[in-house]
């Protein structure tokens, strides 16, 4: 991907967040930190979505989405039914994580990115998420070793029949997969 | 108003409900049937694209989603689905798919090039809205068979029902938990943590954070005294339900309390039996809430 720095960064950065359903409301930001407050998650984060909001003025965009900042939201909504601007902030943070996948700026410890990654493969492959599959696909990608704090839980769904074991093909695969590339293209 | 004996949805399980978190897909259904409403599922239905998706490709989430809205637009019935996420998925990409012309442009020539394609004709529903506003009280209460004695709920909606769009219900200060509550006798309390966020995925990727999240829904419940929790999301079930001890000993505090669908609950009052809602299933015990129903 091509290499962006500083005021450029900046542009093409709002250029994709003003493209996204009601995105050019990020302008209306007063800096007031409903958001912020609002959020279950900004205790962890190391920038606020306040301050992603005034990173992003000042073009240091690259700093946040290199941080683990966005891959703390949870999508859980309260900042975007909360907004007083009207910001669909929500959208904004998801805009952001593509965005830092795109232009090769992640939390490379971010294991939230990793799901993500492999949920979109699992999704790919199948049309339904297989949820065995993710999982060993998730620790396997992550941390193995992480898998074995689940032992107990794993154990607990298999003797209840919870645990998922065979994925589900659905019949449209061929034409979900049209359908993904087509909109793919458009990208 | 009384609905008429016989409704039809068509239903959208959800890829949760088909394996974790069967015990909501079987007491969704026959909570159903039991009152009257036939859910067809929705045939050769995909993922909604969840959270997960939309993190990678926004445009590929919405085309996901809009497959089952294209499929549902034929049987011209509302896509009736119990998972929060994935009612807040579809629901989200028929809103967007209606307000921005881009979006749907965008939607229909993937569809199109799938040999589907979609009108905007559907409306998503979560079956909390169905069971609270298209039957209501009269119906519910003309269905019930053994009523709670003042069981104590703390009624959890989690994020994905009322928000965004806060049309089915309040986004901070939802109600129709609390009314289906009351209609089968139960006493939902004061809970202020009934739509704070547990974490979703995040107890799978970031642990730390959401049992500490997980803690304040739990231990909020049982300072309130609350004999159990009821919930209206697979994922928020799973994250409540399962990881109590941990949770437990990362807020040093004791955090062990029932858990259960609000299908479970409904079914309970409505006569079904213990594995007709699959309460073997739950990962806390029901007991207190067995013990709690009348003769």
Redesign the interface.
């Known amino acids: 991907m091509e290499a962006v720095a500083g005021e450029k960064l900046k542009e093409t950065f709002l250029k994709h967040i003003y493209a996204?359903?009601d995105g050019e409301m990020i302008k209306e930001c007063q800096q007031c930190g409903t958001c912020s407050s609002s959020c279950?998650?900004a205790s962890?984060m190391d920038y606020s979505p306040r301050e992603i909001i005034a990173a992003l003025r000042a073009g240091m965009l690259d700093r946040v989405l290199k941080s683990n900042t966005v891959?703390?939201c949870?999508?859980?909504?309260?900042c975007?039914?909360?907004c007083p601007a009207g910001i669909?902030f929500?959208d904004v943070m998801?805009?952001l994580?593509?965005l830092g996948?795109i232009y090769g700026f992640v939390d490379r410890s971010?294991?939230?990115?990793?799901?993500?990654?492999v949920?979109?493969k699992t999704?790919n492959r199948y049309?339904?998420?297989?949820?065995?599959e993710l999982?060993a696909r998730?620790f396997l990608a992550t941390n193995p070793l992480a898998a074995l704090g689940q032992l107990g839980?794993g154990l607990?769904?298999l003797l209840?029949?919870?645990?998922?074991l065979l994925p589900?093909r659905?019949?449209?695969r061929?034409?979900?997969?049209?359908?993904?590339?087509?909109?793919?293209k458009?990208? | 108003m009384i609905a008429p004996s016989k409704q039809a949805y068509s239903y959208y399980p959800g890829?949760?409900l088909?394996?974790?978190?069967?015990a909501y897909d079987i007491s969704t259904r026959n909570v159903a049937r039991v009152l009257g409403v036939e859910m067809i599922e929705l045939e050769?239905?995909?993922?909604c694209?969840?959270?997960?998706?939309?993190?990678?490709?926004?445009?590929?989430s919405?085309?996901?989603s809009a497959?089952n809205l294209a499929l549902a637009e034929k049987d011209n019935r509302d896509l009736v689905t119990a998972c929060a996420g994935c009612y807040l998925a579809l629901h989200k990409t028929n809103k967007?798919f209606a307000?921005?012309r881009k979006?749907r442009q965008?939607i229909r020539?993937?569809?199109q090039?799938?040999?589907?394609d979609y009108n905007g004709g559907v409306r998503v529903r979560h079956f909390l809205d169905v069971v609270v506003n298209d039957l209501g009280e009269e119906v519910i209460e003309q269905h019930v068979v053994r009523r709670f004695n003042g069981l104590k709920v703390a009624p959890y909606y989690g994020?994905?029902i009322t928000?965004?769009f806060?049309e089915i219900d309040d986004?901070?200060f939802p109600r129709c938990m609390d009314n289906l509550l009351r209609w089968i006798g139960a006493e939902p309390l004061d809970y202020m943590m009934s739509t704070?966020?547990c974490?979703?995925?995040?107890m799978?990727?970031?642990p730390e954070?959401?049992r500490e999240?997980v803690g304040g829904i739990l231990g909020e419940a049982k300072r309130i005294g609350a004999d159990c929790i009821s919930t209206a999301c697979p994922l928020c079930q799973m994250n409540l339900e399962?990881?109590q001890k941990k949770v437990s000993r990362q807020m040093k505090t004791d955090c062990s309390i029932p858990v259960l669908y609000f299908t479970q609950l409904l079914g309970i009052t409505l006569g079904l039996e213990p594995e007709q809602v699959a309460l073997?299933?739950n990962?806390t015990s029901s007991e207190p809430v067995i013990a709690a129903r009348s003769e």
């Open positions: 996204i359903p279950p998650t962890w891959w703390l949870s999508s859980c909504y309260s975007t039914v909360r669909k929500t998801y805009e994580k593509r996948n971010s294991t939230t990115a990793q799901m993500a990654r949920f979109v999704v049309g339904r998420n297989a949820e065995g999982m998730f839980l607990r769904m209840k029949g919870r645990f998922p589900h659905i019949k449209g061929k034409s979900l997969k049209k359908m993904i590339e087509t909109a793919q458009e990208v | 890829c949760s088909t394996s974790t978190n069967r050769d239905w995909n993922c694209g969840a959270t997960a998706y939309t993190a990678i490709s926004e445009q590929h919405f085309v996901l497959r967007y307000e921005n979006v965008e020539t993937a569809l090039a799938g040999g589907e994020c994905q928000r965004p806060g986004p901070d704070k966020c974490g979703g995925m995040l799978t990727t970031k954070v959401s999240l399962a990881y073997e299933d990962l």
